[in-house]
Structure formats: C-alpha cells, structure tokens
C-alpha cells in the first residue's frame, strides 16, 4: 500500500508564525523555536519511516510560493506540496485530494506543534486505517486533533468547522458519525501554542524522556540567556 505522512506548515517568517508565544518570546526567538519545532517534526517522520518502509514524507506548506524558506529545515528528503484553498479546511481537505490523486492509499496528516509527540502514536495512525470508511484522530489537549488520517477523501469532515476552538475534534466526530463513518482515536496529546503549554514542554523536556532534541538545546539556550 502507498501511504504518505505529511506535515502541514507555515513558512518560517518572524512575527506570522506562533503569535501568541511571540507575546512573550519576541517574534525573532518565536521563530527560532518554530524552526526546531520543524527539525524536531521531520526528525519524528523519519523515525516513522524507519519503522514503516515505503512510507513517503510531505511537507504540505503555505504560502504556496514559499518552499525554498523551509531549506532551513532538514527535511529527510521529504516531497513539497503546496497548500490549496481559502481557510485551513480547504487547505486540509485539497491536502488528502491531491495526495490521494496521486496515488497514495492511506495518509495521515499531522501539524508541526507537538515535538515531543511519540513516534508510536504516528504507526498507530496507519495501523487504524483499516477501510476507506474509517477515520483516525490524534485528540489534542486543547479539544482540536494533532493528527488525522483517511484512505478516502470524505469532505464532511472539513467542511463549517470552527478551526482554532476548542470544539473542532468534537466537530469532527460528530461530522464523522452522521456521514456513518467509524472514528478511531489515538492517545491524547498536546499541541504547543500558548505560553501555558510552552511551559509544559519545559517541564517534559526537563524532565529527560523526551526526545525533540532540537528544541531541548533551544530552550536550554534561551534559559541560559536569562540566567
């Protein structure tokens, strides 16, 4: 089966990326954390392919004319797509339609905001995707999801959610269930947005069983700036 694990990004450009922690960081610290969030991403979907050879690597990113401004990011010979649509609904559902039209037959879609995520919830993913009447979701702390994965497009589930509340998985479940489709849950994780859950991260890496090394050096850098 072909299968594809993509990330989806933002450019990496000051002050347009993790604005609420730029509140607090500054906008130029905020994207140097944003970068090792990417490294520490791809560094995540290697260690995926790894375990689950043949598994193809994306980075499905916006601006669409933006791909040379992730060379920063080392990127394991991941394939470029670029993101398609008015809102991030459109953008994630173009994200499965061209990958599907492409011939992929599994794909899981995940976001650049969990580093320390395991690898072990990604080959989950794939291991749910049994049907193509089945949806898999990674439940964020946060009440949105951290990962999706289909091997069928089903549009319903993107369509008039409200992206970036705390209701966006229970929407996506609700969607799920009335177009009959079986909804398959992952282990609950969380997403790094808010200067609360930066401080969470802090404690995990601190605590040495993370892995996200790129971002443990950048925050013990910052620490070290400020004594």
């Known amino acids: 089966m072909k299968e594809a694990l993509v990330v989806v990004a933002r450019a990496p450009r000051a002050g347009e990326v993790k604005t609420r922690l730029a509140a607090v960081l500054g906008a130029e610290r905020t994207l140097g954390l944003y970068v090792c969030f990417l490294r520490d991403t791809f560094a995540l979907m290697e260690a995926a392919r790894d375990a689950r050879p043949g598994l193809s690597l994306v980075l499905c990113h916006t601006p669409a004319d933006a791909g040379e401004e992730f060379e920063c990011v080392e990127r394991g010979g991941s394939l470029m797509l670029a993101q398609r649509g008015d809102d991030f609904g459109a953008r994630l559902q173009n994200?499965?339609?061209?990958?599907?039209?492409?011939?992929?037959?599994?794909?899981?879609?995940?976001?650049?905001?969990?580093p320390t995520l395991p690898v072990e919830h990604l080959l989950a993913a794939f291991?749910?995707?049994?049907?193509?009447?089945?949806?898999?979701?990674g439940p964020a702390r946060d009440g949105g999801y951290y990962l999706i994965g289909l091997r069928r497009l089903h549009a319903v589930l993107f369509e008039d959610i409200h992206w970036g509340t705390e209701t966006v998985l229970a929407e996506t479940r609700e969607r799920a269930q009335a177009a009959g489709l079986a909804t398959r849950l992952l282990a609950e994780w969380y997403d790094v947005d808010t200067?609360?859950?930066?401080?969470?991260?802090?404690?995990?890496?601190?605590?040495?069983?993370?892995?996200?090394?790129?971002?443990?050096?950048?925050?013990?850098?910052?620490?070290?700036e400020h004594g």
């Open 195 to 224: 200067p609360a859950e930066l401080a969470q991260l802090r404690q995990e890496l601190n605590g040495g069983g993370a892995s996200a090394g790129f971002t443990r050096a950048f925050l013990r850098g910052l620490e070290k």
């Open 95 to 114: 994200c499965f339609a061209d990958l599907f039209a492409a011939g992929y037959e599994a794909v899981v879609v995940m976001d650049a905001d969990s």
């Open 127 to 137: 291991d749910e995707l049994r049907d193509e009447r089945t949806v898999v979701l």
